[in-house]
């Protein structure tokens, strides 16, 4: 029998369990939430708190580029003479599209921060905001930070938390490459995102330790 990933496994067991409660009310009508937009995300499961599958694309205009939305703000002692320019701290603030064009529709912004980390090999530390500003999660953010190995050709990377559809998220996402140019200085990255999020938490309710 093939194993299942533990998260996968969780996730599977959660989704089972919130839509078992919340029969009754999917029985009262379609839930808005659950239909697609433009490809851009698809629900797994229902109930209150839902996994979906975010797929986007990042304009990423590197250093060199007429319009770079990345810079270096900082280097290390070593990092001129290191293989792997460790110690290079950028920060960047992308254009988030639908579709690899870049003249396809805005989704919002990929803003933060990485660190070549790696004295032997390219990887990447990450700490990464995407800052959506379309559709259902229009002023939510989520936000992933973890180690990006560059040079595979795909790189799994963890998600932290978010803000607002995504407060307490979790999940991961899968981040490749999907052209790159170095004349211009000019990359697209696909990322696939799968996470918890719940569009029904808008407020957190407090409780006096009395009540507790």
Known sequence: MAKVPT??????????????????????????DAAEEDGFLCDICGGKEKVVRLRFYVQDLRI?????????????????????????IHVLDDLITAEP???????????????NADLSTFGIAMNLNFYFTAGRFNGSTLSILGRNAVLDSQRELPV???????????GYAIQTTHSMNFRTSYAVLEYNIYTTYNSKFTHVETQSIAQI
């Open 7 to 32: 998260l996968g496994l969780v996730l599977i067991i959660m989704c089972l369990f919130e839509s078992t409660s919340n029969v009754y009310a999917r029985k009262q009508g379609p839930d808005p």
């Open 160 to 170: 932290a938390g978010g803000t607002g559809a995504f407060r307490f998220a979790r």
């Open 101 to 115: 064009a870049f003249n396809s529709k805005a989704l919002g912004r990929c803003q933060g921060l990485t660190t």
């Open 64 to 88: 060199g580029h007429a319009n770079a939305t990345v810079f270096e703000v900082a280097k290390a002692s070593i990092t001129a003479n290191s293989a792997t320019n460790f110690g290079s």
